[in-house]
């Protein structure tokens, strides 16, 4: 691949044995915009079109309903990410290993929100968004192993930064035009980009061929099956450091989800109608996410430029998980709208800090190069296993204790998190 290849060699042969096939600045370019049409769609999706179809079908169950069908989102979504990291490792074609996935599940994924946005009954709904999640799971599963393949290692601080930015202005993309384009219209406009980017990167920065090898590495006798099969897909949780990664990034997760799942309903049934911004859930999580990304940006701007001088990863961790519990605890301090604002800029500064060294962090505690996607599909599917943990530890505190609990429990996760990666020996 393209470990120890300069970037600055441009020559084609030197790109061609890199795996780079174009240059690193046009590669880039065109990463950031499809990850921001994936995250953008996640996060407009999940966050605002979701809770409001599932509110004017059955207003009383709603969090129940939601908690529902994010679970099953969350199994089928590591699923998905898996498959899209493994299989995409092992496809042998004239356009590169991770393209052909690519389109097909972006293609796919806008289909069924159309579907979704088309659909009036719980079942149907539900049944299509878990469909949804493993495909666009599976996309994400194959996008997030291009930077292992593509990137040198050297730099791969500054792709994670393409990641660190593309996630806050996602969710600014998506969770504002899904309120300024409700119902049918938003999820149409999510799916639409996330093709149109796609297409883009394919033909902006097309992969060097990926051809199968003449000579067969293993025998029909000597590849493993069934569960051996199995243990060898699963063999980099036999790493120690692979493990404590993956366990933050499932805390994590669990810690962000536990809000934002029910970030509407915090909004309306928390701070209230009166108090917040248009009198509209939907216009107040969209300004709420103007304000996370603006923070996010700055602070990605000082970390990137921190994260080009240093190797100690743990630093910025250390500092988002303890600006992560901060945030999370302001609207248990003031469950007002400015306690809300609050919560969004803080925690935006520390996701932003976390975010610059995210990919290069994973790429640290990656067992072998040989598997990359897979393993990068398995700790990046931390995100939709959290989902599991989430929903149902939302829901029950918001029932039985009430939403200052469910921002009590997140802060109580995020440092949890925080606290495993100390003991990660291979990450200074």
Known sequence: MGYHVPVRDARPQA???????????RLLAVLLPMAVAMYGTFQG????????????????????DLAAIVMLCAVTGVVGMTAGGALSDLTRSRYGKRAPWLVGMGALSSLLLIAIGHRGDLITIAA???????????????????TPDRVPEGRRALASSIFAVAGPIGSLYGMNLAALAPGARGYTALGVMVTLTTLLYVAMAPEAPALRPRRRMESDEDRPRGLAAAARF?????SRDFVLAYMFRVLMFAGQSTIFNYLLYILQDHVGLAAIPGHSA????????????????????GGVWLANRTTRRKRFVVVYALGMAAAMMAPVLWPTWNGMLVFAALGGLSIGAYSTIDIALMSQVLPSKKNTGRDLALLAMAGAAAQLIAPPLGGVLIRYAGYDWLFIAAAAVTLVAGGVTLFIRGVR
Do not use: H, Y
């Not at 790109?15 to 600045?25: K, T």
């Not at 079908?57 to 969090?63: F, G, T, V």
């Not at 699963?234 to 036999?238: D, H, I, K, L, S």
């Open 282 to 301: 939907e216009i107040a999580a969209g300004d709420l996410s103007t304000l996370r990304t603006v923070a996010t940006l700055v602070a990605v701007g």
């Open 128 to 146: 299509l968004c878990g469909a949804f999640w493993f495909t666009m799971n599976f996309f994400q599963g194959a996008l997030l192993a291009i």
């Open 234 to 238: 699963f063999e980099g949780f036999a």
């Open 15 to 25: 790109l061609a044995r890199s795996g780079l096939s174009v240059g690193l600045p």
């Open 45 to 64: 999706a999940q966050l605002v079109l979701l809770p409001a179809q599932l509110e004017q079908i059955d207003p009383e169950r709603k969090i129940f």
